[in-house]
């Protein structure tokens, strides 16, 4: 059964603490693994896409990386206003359209 | 401004009384889909679309419908809610690029309660 697993549930970090988020996934033939940031009472917002092992991308103190196996969101110096649920996601072979979300992490950044 | 929006914001009905959730994207997107988020088990497909007049179930289909008969609209149906349909529900849009996925954009979500 194809699952997306992220960890920590939840992180409370200071103001300046640098930290990584985990997305771990098993689905099979991986076509996409996205990142989105979603705020109380908000829709999720795209963060990144990465398609290939090896690849990073990067915004601001963000950093999305990815492997064969996981995926992870390093946190720079993070300040309060990054404070959010990151939720993953990755696309299913069998089309476009088919996601599955892992059920996310709450960051919390304390000033 | 680009955007999906989501209408009604909150709801809250009875058991068996039909109810339709609007879902609008001005982005001219060809793939729109159908969202429930719940505590402790995230974000799971309810349908997809991948054009006009083509719909498609996700993960979660049971008692909802969908249709689309223009590409900016996509109305998720419930024909006989019940209180296992209590949550947030969001719509969401995204260009077609060939077998390549672009970013799905989100509307603000809609919080429905099924008494």
Same mark, same amino acid.
């Given at each position: 059964e194809d699952q997306v697993t992220q960890s920590p549930e939840a992180l409370r970090l200071q103001e300046g603490e640098s930290s990584s988020l985990n997305c771990s996934y098993t689905v099979s033939g991986l076509r996409g693994l996205f990142w989105y940031r979603q705020d109380p009472g908000k829709g999720p917002e795209f963060l990144f896409t990465l398609y290939s092992a090896g690849e990073e991308k990067e915004k601001e103190r963000l950093k999305a990386t990815l492997t064969k196996k996981e995926s992870f969101l390093h946190i720079t110096a993070p300040k309060p206003e990054d404070s959010a649920t990151y939720l993953c996601a990755v696309q299913k072979p069998q089309g476009a359209q088919k996601l599955v979300f892992g059920q996310g992490t709450r960051l919390t950044i304390n000033p | 401004e680009a955007q999906v929006t989501q209408n009604p914001r909150y709801l809250i009905t009875v058991t068996g009384k039909k109810l339709t959730v609007t879902c609008s994207q #001005?982005? #001219?997107?060809?793939y729109m889909s159908w969202y429930r988020q719940d505590p402790g088990l995230g974000l799971r497909q309810i349908y997809y679309s991948m054009n006009v007049e083509v719909t498609d179930k996700g993960d979660v289909p049971e008692g909802y419908k969908v249709s689309r008969k223009e590409k900016r609209n996509f109305p998720l149906i419930l024909e006989s809610p019940s209180p296992n349909q209590t949550s947030l529900y969001f719509c969401a849009s995204s260009s077609a690029a060939g077998l390549a996925y672009n970013e799905q954009f989100f509307g603000p979500g809609t919080r429905l309660t099924v008494l």
């Open positions: - | #001005n982005m #001219n997107h060809e």
